[in-house]
């Protein structure tokens, strides 16, 4: 990955579709996973259109080991080069009160770009699943504090309310399905009953923080990508498990249809079923 970073910029998009077609080759399982997860969320589109985001999906999968590489490694000047900023005053204005910031994001290709961005601008913590390869652990976790404070294990709730209440902002992505523990089911685009979690909510609680919605998404002109910040959410939470956890899966909707293509399609989204229901895989 060191060696993709020194590439020209020019060359890693090629590499990145090479890397994106060789995955959807040998990938089978993960290609049938994103194609019943586009039917499920959007029955209304042609097979057609399913086709062209399950097609874009995997070639943003493989500019994902290009953007990754040059998160890792790239220094800040040239990294800054290729990202810009949309909505960069609903940070300031956050930043501009007391108390830590909720980012709530989503399983984008870009993540790794994103945490980067992010803490060019108001270096945060990040919430993750350490891996168990040391070596790989190793860089994963120094590349993604590079521009950022620590980690905290996606498990250590505790560490994540300490991060809030130290007035740090804390990355959270809660659009995967992560059992039904502490979950609820709600609407996830076309599908009434996705298991999502409460946790977002439970973060938001702790005293003066905000939630601001961000993510990051590859230009279309392939000069980079765009770090989208939006405002922070107003009357969130309001106590109510469920009408706070569907609240958060229609931002991150919102996100997604802005470029469905650059979402992770390739898990099991709707794995977690309400007792007696059969598997919709």
């Not at 168990?132 to 560490?159: C, I, M, P, W």
Request: with cysteine.
């Amino acid at each position: 990955m060191f060696s993709i970073s020194l590439l020209p910029y020019s060359v890693q998009h090629y590499l990145g579709l090479a890397i994106g077609r060789l995955a959807k080759t040998i990938l089978k399982s993960r290609v049938g996973i994103a194609r019943r997860n586009l039917e499920i969320c959007f029955p209304e589109k042609s097979d057609t259109q399913r086709q062209d985001i399950l097609e874009g999906c995997f070639s943003h999968l493989g500019h994902s080991v290009v953007d990754t590489a040059n998160a890792w490694f790239w220094p800040q000047w040239r990294f800054a080069k290729h990202f810009k900023v949309e909505g960069l005053e609903h940070l300031k204005k956050a930043r501009q009160q007391p108390g830590g910031i909720l980012l709530v994001s989503a399983h984008f290709w870009t993540l790794e770009s994103h945490a980067r961005a992010y803490g060019s601008l108001d270096p945060g913590v990040g919430i993750y699943r350490p891996n168990k390869n040391s070596v790989y652990e190793y860089f994963q976790y120094h590349g993604r504090v590079k521009a950022n404070k620590y980690l905290v294990d996606r498990t250590d709730v505790r560490g994540m309310i300490k991060a809030l209440r130290n007035e740090n902002a804390v990355w959270y992505a809660p659009d995967h399905d992560y059992g039904t523990h502490a979950a609820v089911f709600v609407p996830f685009f076309a599908q009434d009953k996705a298991a999502t979690i409460t946790g977002t909510a439970t973060l938001a609680k702790v005293k003066n923080v905000q939630v601001l919605p961000t993510y990051a998404l590859r230009n279309q002109d392939g000069s980079g990508f765009t770090l989208v910040i939006e405002p922070a959410l107003e009357n969130y939470p309001q106590g109510d498990d469920k009408q706070d956890a569907q609240r958060i899966n229609q931002v991150i909707e919102k996100a997604i249809l802005r470029a469905p293509e650059q979402y992770m399609w390739i898990h099991r989204r709707f794995k977690s079923r309400p007792e007696g229901e059969a598997s919709v895989y």
